[in-house]
Protein backbone atom coordinates (compact mmCIF):
# COMPACT_ATOMS: atom_id res chain seq x y z
CA UNK A 1 0.00 0.00 0.00
CA UNK A 2 1.50 3.68 -1.40
CA UNK A 3 1.77 6.08 1.82
CA UNK A 4 1.92 9.51 0.56
CA UNK A 5 3.39 12.77 3.05
CA UNK A 6 3.07 16.09 1.96
CA UNK A 7 4.97 18.49 3.15
CA UNK A 8 6.48 22.18 2.15
CA UNK A 9 3.50 24.14 2.90
CA UNK A 10 3.03 27.12 4.74
CA UNK A 11 2.48 31.00 5.20
CA UNK A 12 3.74 33.26 2.27
CA UNK A 13 2.65 36.75 1.10
CA UNK A 14 0.69 37.22 -2.25
CA UNK A 15 3.30 36.99 -4.93
CA UNK A 16 5.27 34.60 -3.12
CA UNK A 17 6.52 30.99 -4.09
CA UNK A 18 6.33 27.58 -2.42
CA UNK A 19 7.05 24.46 -3.32
CA UNK A 20 5.35 21.43 -2.33
CA UNK A 21 6.24 17.57 -2.34
CA UNK A 22 5.13 14.73 -1.71
CA UNK A 23 7.01 11.88 -0.41
CA UNK A 24 5.78 8.13 -1.07
CA UNK A 25 6.32 5.31 1.11
CA UNK A 26 6.11 1.70 0.56
CA UNK A 27 5.78 0.10 -3.05
CA UNK A 28 7.40 2.81 -6.05
CA UNK A 29 5.31 5.36 -7.35
CA UNK A 30 6.94 4.66 -10.68
CA UNK A 31 3.91 3.36 -12.12
CA UNK A 32 1.53 5.21 -10.63
CA UNK A 33 -0.18 8.69 -12.22
CA UNK A 34 0.37 11.39 -9.55
CA UNK A 35 -1.88 14.69 -8.42
CA UNK A 36 -2.28 17.11 -6.54
CA UNK A 37 -5.63 18.57 -4.97
CA UNK A 38 -6.74 21.27 -2.62
CA UNK A 39 -9.53 22.06 -0.38
CA UNK A 40 -10.33 25.81 1.08
CA UNK A 41 -12.70 25.93 4.06
CA UNK A 42 -16.06 25.57 3.45
CA UNK A 43 -14.97 24.29 0.15
CA UNK A 44 -15.24 21.12 -2.34
CA UNK A 45 -11.97 18.90 -3.00
CA UNK A 46 -10.42 20.47 -6.11
CA UNK A 47 -7.72 18.98 -8.52
CA UNK A 48 -4.99 21.24 -8.93
CA UNK A 49 -2.47 18.82 -11.27
CA UNK A 50 -1.86 15.24 -12.50
CA UNK A 51 1.21 13.68 -13.99
CA UNK A 52 1.93 10.92 -15.83
CA UNK A 53 4.12 8.14 -14.34
CA UNK A 54 7.47 9.11 -16.81
CA UNK A 55 6.50 13.04 -16.25
CA UNK A 56 5.78 13.31 -20.38
CA UNK A 57 2.03 14.53 -19.43
CA UNK A 58 0.54 16.93 -17.38
CA UNK A 59 -2.54 18.47 -17.04
CA UNK A 60 -3.80 21.04 -15.26
CA UNK A 61 -6.72 22.74 -13.54
CA UNK A 62 -8.29 25.92 -15.46
CA UNK A 63 -7.29 28.70 -12.59
CA UNK A 64 -3.32 27.53 -13.37
CA UNK A 65 -3.08 26.86 -16.69
CA UNK A 66 -1.10 30.15 -16.57
CA UNK A 67 1.87 28.89 -15.86
CA UNK A 68 1.31 29.44 -11.88
CA UNK A 69 2.08 26.32 -11.05
CA UNK A 70 4.02 23.20 -12.26
CA UNK A 71 3.91 19.72 -11.33
CA UNK A 72 6.99 17.45 -11.75
CA UNK A 73 8.26 14.17 -10.19
CA UNK A 74 10.95 11.94 -9.54
CA UNK A 75 10.83 8.74 -9.29
CA UNK A 76 14.18 7.78 -7.56
CA UNK A 77 13.03 9.73 -5.39
CA UNK A 78 9.11 8.18 -4.97
CA UNK A 79 8.97 12.24 -4.90
CA UNK A 80 6.12 14.28 -6.78
CA UNK A 81 6.76 18.39 -6.23
CA UNK A 82 4.25 21.58 -7.24
CA UNK A 83 6.33 24.45 -7.60
CA UNK A 84 3.66 27.55 -6.85
CA UNK A 85 4.33 31.05 -8.49
CA UNK A 86 2.46 34.25 -7.94
CA UNK A 87 0.52 32.97 -5.38
CA UNK A 88 -2.35 34.69 -3.97
CA UNK A 89 -5.08 34.74 -0.93
CA UNK A 90 -7.38 32.21 -3.42
CA UNK A 91 -4.72 29.46 -3.08
CA UNK A 92 -5.04 29.08 0.45
CA UNK A 93 -6.06 25.53 1.38
CA UNK A 94 -5.24 22.47 2.85
CA UNK A 95 -3.11 20.83 -0.31
CA UNK A 96 -3.23 17.56 -1.14
CA UNK A 97 -1.19 14.57 -2.94
CA UNK A 98 -3.07 11.49 -4.55
CA UNK A 99 -1.75 8.22 -6.45
CA UNK A 100 -4.14 6.76 -9.41
CA UNK A 101 -2.75 2.75 -10.09
CA UNK A 102 -3.48 2.02 -14.03
CA UNK A 103 -3.85 5.40 -15.60
CA UNK A 104 -1.80 7.91 -17.54
CA UNK A 105 -3.05 10.72 -15.73
CA UNK A 106 -6.06 11.57 -13.80
CA UNK A 107 -8.28 14.32 -13.09
CA UNK A 108 -11.12 13.09 -10.34
CA UNK A 109 -10.50 12.76 -7.29
CA UNK A 110 -12.11 9.12 -7.21
CA UNK A 111 -9.82 7.87 -9.95
CA UNK A 112 -7.31 8.12 -7.02
CA UNK A 113 -6.38 5.06 -4.64
CA UNK A 114 -4.49 6.60 -2.50
CA UNK A 115 -4.16 9.98 -0.65
CA UNK A 116 -1.30 11.91 1.45
CA UNK A 117 -2.86 13.71 4.91
CA UNK A 118 -2.29 17.53 3.19
CA UNK A 119 -0.81 20.57 3.92
CA UNK A 120 -1.61 23.77 5.19
CA UNK A 121 -1.00 26.61 2.31
CA UNK A 122 -1.66 30.49 3.71
CA UNK A 123 -1.02 33.02 1.51
CA UNK A 124 -1.72 36.48 3.00
CA UNK A 125 -3.03 39.73 1.29
Known amino acids: QVQLVESGGGLVQAGGSLRLSCGASGPSISNYAMGWFRQAPGKKREFVATVSWNGGTTRYADFVKSGRFTISRDNAKNTVYLQMNSLNSEDTAVYYC?????????????????WGQGTQVTVSS
Open 98 to 114: AAARGLLYATEAPQYQY
